[in-house]
């Protein structure tokens, strides 16, 4: 005999099926509930960014300085350029040490020790704060020298690399192995077999890597506080104080003034569009004529 | 026995009248003898000493990422000799910040930093589990490209940025709209009580959460994504509501790369460091009221480093500032090692 089973009631069951059912569409209503209720703030932050900074911009904030307190008008030129120094300088010192560094780990370090403690220290660099890295540049090189523009380089360069070493090293391990072995057996050394086969059949992935690197490091503020520092005027020396877009934002949002709040929504407004810009650009750029990567 | 009986040779190709085979120009062209320079660079290309050379290269490039640790490192301790031998460990336990008299001690910051990233997490975290669920399995295909993008645009945005928005569009909301409310209903608590500036702890955590939502939810609904599809379909064959199919298939497969995510996001709030600064009210106090200003570790170094005067000032900050580091780097470890315990194995792409 298999009646074993305990029988339940018939009132039992609908009760029980209706409080699942009750369950099942709270969480999803929950679910929907929550969706609308973290976009309505990024709508309204990108609306509020694109209405005022639209409505501010014109053409004396590319051609201006910043005007002193007292007196309208004025721009951001110099913050433009500044910013466009400091992030050449950290791209120039960070994109080619954070590539090696993933090349490192996905031709040699592959499954070794040595490999994984380097791929989990850089995770681990990734989440230390921003404001570190411009204490460790000022007590670098602003403690022996003096605020520049090459401090501030450093700073943000620091923050790129180990951003940079792991989407290369994802973008390296896409790259077919057929590819690899085809040209150890054709006898090409294997810096060739890296250089000419891995990193090119990878590149597309691997600057657009850099290029979230370049976009992340690119809307900084904390780390060129004691660094770069800001500088009012213009500055095309490298080994002086230089004004940047991030930082003038920061101190015109702080300021009393309607007039500085207004170029501060213009300043992050062209912040935002030049870096999406740039990224776009070089990500076009890049894709062309490459040999398509992947499985 | 295999060998033909007879071979036919190909007729020779008669050069026409007036042209030898050695006149034409040979269909290949053929290189001349490379010259000394050409051949001494092409056989140190193909030597073994090339690759010796690039891959030391590689390697001393991987190596520059703990050359960049221990920098750091040493900088901080190296900075921050003065404040560690004149406070010793009182440094965290005091609550005295008093510039001009040169008496310091962290744990108003340590307090603001734990209770402004608590805060946010509680708000977040519930949040973007449900943007995840829903993501995954609730919202039409139709809505999923849209709402991942927007989300990840969340993340492209400079704090700076966010710090203005709170400034100029938070700070009257919380002050004028939100803050009454609480007090009202709340306000028996203590939590949530007069005077509300607008700036203070509550705002503060409010940004963070908009801002630690995106690293959390995506990284979240890659662990989700992680679970075994067998998993849900089992759940599901067995009669399982979509409610009780995500909780016994995915959640509870999933926990610990959940926990890994928001530990993650901890990370992220902990250093944090303008948005905060421009929204917290910057003042060391420890009190219970949510709407009073406060003040967090990485704020402290951004607003008072550049104007610090005296050395036991800068390296009091500096102190500060290694303590965030060696607190940061813990929680990320921890963080990672869970996420690593999650998805190995899987193809999915951890940001």
């Known amino acids: 005999m298999i009646s074993a089973l305990p029988q339940r009631s018939q009132q039992m069951e609908r009760a029980i099926r209706w409080r699942r059912s009750l369950t099942n569409h709270f969480v999803t209503g929950l679910a929907v509930l929550s969706t609308v209720v973290v976009l309505v703030p990024l709508v309204a932050i990108l609306g509020y960014l694109l209405y005022k900074g639209a409505s501010s911009l014109n053409l004396a904030f590319f051609t201006k300085v910043p005007a002193p307190v007292g007196e309208s008008g004025g721009g951001m030129a110099n913050s433009i350029v500044g910013s466009g120094i400091i992030l050449a300088v950290a791209s120039v010192m960070g994109i080619p040490l954070g590539i090696a560094g993933g090349v490192y780990l996905a031709e040699y370090g592959r499954g070794g020790m040595l490999g994984n403690i380097i791929r989990f220290t850089a995770d681990v660099l990734n989440g230390v704060p921003s404001i570190v890295m411009g204490i460790a540049a000022y007590g670098l090189i602003v403690v022996h020298y003096k605020f520049s523009a090459l401090a501030g380089g450093v700073a943000l360069a620091i923050m790129m690399v180990p951003t940079i070493t792991r989407t290369t090293e994802e973008m390296l391990a896409t790259v077919p192995h057929a590819l690899r072995e085809a040209a150890f057996g054709l006898g090409i050394p294997k810096w060739r077999t890296i250089m000419s086969i891995s990193l090119r059949t990878a590149m597309p992935g691997i600057i657009t890597g850099c290029m979230l690197a370049f976009a992340r490091v690119a809307g900084e503020t904390a780390p060129l506080l004691f660094t770069a520092f800001g500088n009012n005027f213009w500055n095309f020396k490298l080994t002086e104080p230089m004004a940047a877009l991030p930082l003038q934002i920061y101190v015109y949002a702080l300021s009393p003034y309607d007039e500085w709040h207004r170029l501060a929504w213009a300043g992050a407004l062209v912040l935002i569009v030049l870096i999406m810009l740039s990224v776009t650009l070089v990500r076009l750029y890049a894709s062309r004529g490459t040999i398509k990567g992947g499985h | ?351």
């Open chain 2, 1 to 351: 026995m295999n060998q033909p009986e007879r071979v036919t040779l190909p007729t020779p190709i008669i050069a026409p009248a007036g042209r030898t085979p050695e006149q034409e120009p040979p269909a290949v062209a053929v290189p001349d003898q490379p010259s000394e320079i050409r051949r001494f660079l092409r056989e140190c290309g193909s030597g073994r000493a090339a690759d010796g050379t690039f891959g030391a290269l590689m390697l001393v490039s991987a190596f520059s990422i703990f050359v960049i640790v221990a920098l750091i490192l040493w900088v901080l301790i190296h900075d921050s000799q003065l404040s560690i031998h004149t406070f010793g460990w009182k440094f965290f336990g005091s609550s005295a910040w008093d510039p001009v008299n040169g008496s310091f001690g962290a744990l108003p910051f340590i307090y603001g930093t734990l209770v402004s990233s608590l805060l946010a997490l509680l708000i977040a975290v519930p949040l973007s589990l449900c943007v995840s669920i829903f993501v995954l399995d609730i919202c039409p295909p139709v809505l999923r490209g849209p709402i991942s993008f927007l989300t990840e645009l969340l993340a492209a945005i400079p704090s700076v940025v966010y710090g203005l928005w709170a400034l100029v569009v938070l700070v009257p909301i919380m002050r004028d709209t939100v803050g009454p409310v609480l007090e009202k209903w709340l306000g028996w608590t203590g939590l949530f009580a007069e005077p509300n500036f607008g700036v203070g702890m509550l705002t503060a955590s409010i940004v963070l959460a908009i801002m630690i939502f995106p690293i959390i939810s995506s990284i979240s609904r890659d662990v989700m994504k992680a679970v075994p599809i067998h998993q849900r379909e089992a759940a599901l064959a067995l009669g399982a509501t979509r409610w009780e199919m995500l909780r016994i298939g995915v959640l509870r497969n999933a926990r610990i790369g959940i926990v890994g995510a928001v530990i993650l996001g901890l990370g992220r709030a902990l250093g944090e460091t303008i948005a905060v600064t421009m929204v917290i009210g910057n003042h060391p106090d420890i009190v219970k009221n949510l709407f009073n200003p406060a003040y967090t570790l990485a704020s402290v170094i951004a607003n008072e480093f550049t104007e610090a005067t005296g050395d036991l000032y800068v390296s009091a900050l500096i102190e500060i500032g290694l303590a965030l580091f060696l607190v940061t780097i813990v929680v990320n470890a921890i963080a990672r090692i869970l996420v690593w315990a999650v998805t190995r194995g899987n193809s999915t792409r951890v940001a």
